[in-house]
């Protein structure tokens, strides 16, 4: 299973394939950056969960919206 950056950075190498790469790979470039920061996110939310950080009277919707800053631009 993949995560869903691993799945957009892979969609996005074949966009590049069959354009012009090198428009395509500094946002891919970028993605691939932000592995390391997703992973941290979901071992954190996997541990929150485990140790009983996060209030059972929450929804996991409700817990990512209280996580994360998800306000459209």
Same mark, same amino acid.
């Given at each position: /299973?993949? &995560?869903? /950056? #691993?799945? =957009?950075?892979? #969609? /996005?190498? *074949? @966009?590049?394939?069959?354009?012009?790469?090198?428009?395509?790979?500094?946002? @891919?470039?970028? %993605?691939?950056? /932000? =592995?390391?920061? *997703?992973?941290?996110? @979901?071992?954190?939310? !996997?541990?929150? %969960? +485990?140790?009983?950080?996060? $209030?059972? +009277?929450?929804? %996991?919707?409700?817990? !990512?919206?209280? &996580? !994360?800053?998800?306000? $459209? +631009?």
């Amino acid at each position: /299973m993949k &995560t869903p /950056m #691993q799945e =957009l950075i892979e #969609q /996005m190498w *074949e @966009i590049a394939k069959y354009g012009d790469s090198y428009e395509v790979a500094p946002c @891919i470039e970028a %993605a691939e950056a /932000m =592995l390391e920061k *997703e992973k941290e996110t @979901i071992c954190n939310a !996997f541990s929150d %969960a +485990r140790h009983g950080a996060v $209030e059972s +009277r929450w929804t %996991a919707e409700e817990y !990512f919206e209280e &996580t !994360f800053n998800t306000e $459209e +631009r």
